[in-house]
């Protein structure tokens, strides 16, 4: 199974975007899949995640009232809607996928990682 993001660009501050997550394979009623970022500099970050078998969803504190995850079965994919960008959201953002609970943070936890899409937010 493998995971691919696209719909990264750049943007101007409070511009939005919305980023695409395809899986080859479709997620078990068991899996959450989610998108981690990574800044410059930084360590990866927890963004949000999703529940494939119901609609619990998890935010970071950072994103939370900003972006909205939220998945089509039909075409298992996930998606990052982003709105009210900041500069600070800048990061190659990561689609991951893991076995369990969506409600958790840690990098460790996500066993499934694709390759990252680029966003940028301009000043």
């Known amino acids: 199974v493998q995971l691919q993001a696209s719909g990264g660009g750049l943007v101007q501050t409070g511009g939005s975007l919305r980023l695409s997550c395809a899986a080859s394979g479709r997620p078990f009623s068991s899996h959450a899949m989610g998108w981690f970022r990574q800044a410059p500099g930084k360590e990866r970050e927890f963004v949000a995640s999703?529940?494939?078998?119901?609609?619990?969803?998890y935010y970071s504190d950072s994103v939370k009232g900003r972006f909205t995850i939220s998945k089509t079965r039909a075409e298992n994919t996930v998606f990052l809607q982003m709105n009210n960008l900041k500069p600070e959201d800048t990061a190659v953002y990561y689609c991951?996928?893991?076995?369990?609970?969506?409600?958790?943070?840690?990098?460790?936890?996500?066993?499934?990682w694709g390759q990252g899409t680029q966003v940028t937010v301009s000043s």
């Open positions: 999703i529940s494939w078998g119901d609609d619990r969803t």
């Open positions: 991951v996928r893991r076995t369990g609970s969506p409600r958790t943070s840690y990098v460790g936890d996500y066993n499934l």
